[in-house]
């Protein structure tokens, strides 16, 4: 059974640009959530994705945003991209939205911004 | 709010020693909590998990935690280290109590070093 991809792995960024980063969860998993993680921030929820709608945000800014496709696939996008957005991108699945199954996670994408 | 903390950022053991990593919650109401692990360059792998079953939970590779209500804690044991076991781990709770219950709340991270 595949696990939770994200491609690329690997991102360099310069500072006012813009990035999309993606995800495909486990087959049947149709929550997608998303992290940052940092040295300073730690890990830090995103948003969470379930049937095509956002259905939950974190304390982030405008600039980050996402979206879930049919299939539950999901993208996040980062738009004017400041040198503090350097981090690991981590996106999380699960069947449903219910906390008590546990999140399966992806190796994430690590975004530097230059 | 919720908060995690885990007390220490880094431990270290012995090769065959007791690992024990330290988490105490703050929730309004008794928590969903969860240990992952993280190697280098790899996502989270999560560990055990408790959902207001048996206080005691027991997980992957010999790791189990144990709930205490009275203490607010969840601390991560595990009998006899191995250095495979070298890595970082992350105490997470969910919040039950309103519909931001899908988003995980982590606390800061235990490097756990294992030497021979």
């Known amino acids: 059974k595949a696990g939770v991809t994200q491609t690329p792995r690997y991102l360099i960024k310069t500072r006012g640009q813009q990035v999309t980063l993606s995800c495909s969860p486990i087959s049947g998993h149709r929550s997608v959530s998303w992290y940052q993680q940092t040295p300073g921030q730690g890990l830090q929820f995103l948003f969470e994705?379930?049937?095509?709608?956002?259905?939950n945000k974190g304390n982030f800014p405008g600039r980050f945003s996402g979206r879930q496709f049919s299939n539950s696939r999901s993208e996040m996008n980062v738009s004017t991209l400041e040198l503090g957005d350097s981090a690991l991108y981590l996106c999380?699945?699960?069947?449903?939205?219910?906390?008590?199954?546990?999140?399966?996670f992806g190796s994430g994408t690590r975004l530097t911004v230059v | 709010a919720q908060s995690v903390t885990q007390l220490g950022s880094h431990v270290s053991v012995s090769e065959g020693a007791l690992v024990l990593l330290r988490c105490n919650y703050s929730?309004?109401?008794?928590?969903?909590l969860f240990w992952y692990v993280q190697y280098p360059n790899q996502g989270l792998q999560l560990l055990l998990k408790?959902?207001?079953?048996?206080?005691l939970v027991k997980g992957i590779n010999d790791f189990e935690a144990e709930f205490k209500k009275s203490e607010t804690s969840f601390h991560l044991t595990k009998p006899s280290a191995h250095m495979s076991d070298a890595a970082e781990y992350f105490c997470a709770v969910s919040d039950r109590a309103n519909q931001a219950g899908t988003a995980l709340i982590f606390g800061k991270g235990t490097t756990l070093s294992v030497s021979s």
């Open positions: 994705y379930f049937s095509e709608t956002q259905r």
């Open positions: 929730s309004s109401v008794p928590p969903y």
């Open positions: 999380a699945s699960s069947v449903r939205r219910e906390p008590r199954d546990g999140y399966t």
């Open positions: 408790y959902t207001s079953a048996a206080t």
